[in-house]
């Protein structure tokens, strides 16, 4: 059982920036691929970053440019840099953990961008 706990969440103005973490409890080396997914009020979640244990990295079309997943082998984590964050990036943000066929799920953050 991979338990992940997520950090960084908060309130953010149109164009600003923030950085989501998510802390594992045992070695990404022993995980397939990390990743987040979020979830608006409404709307069904949906992936927003992964990174592989290789290293490669996919992204939603509609973060692209403005998002950067990395990884911390050192202190098994996966960070989300958000950067010119809109209105719509609103929504609970998931960490998850792939091994194997198996998802891990994070308890998710909020990020809410407003005036």
């Known amino acids: 059982q991979i338990q992940l706990v997520e950090s960084g969440g908060g309130l953010v103005q149109p164009g600003g920036s923030l950085r989501l973490s998510c802390a594992a409890s045992?070695?990404?080396?022993?995980?397939?691929?990390m990743g987040w997914y979020r979830q608006a009020p409404g709307k069904q979640r949906e992936l927003v970053a992964t990174i592989a244990s290789g290293g490669s990295t996919n992204y939603a079309d509609s973060v692209k440019g403005r998002f950067t997943i990395s990884r911390d082998s050192a202190e098994n984590t996966v960070s989300l840099q958000m950067a010119s964050l809109k209105p719509e990036d609103t929504a609970v943000y998931y960490c998850?953990?792939?091994?194997?066929?198996?998802?891990?799920w994070g308890q998710g953050t909020q990020v809410t961008v407003s005036l």
């Open positions: 045992e070695s990404i080396f022993n995980i397939n691929s």
């Open positions: 998850v953990a792939r091994r194997s066929v198996k998802l891990y």
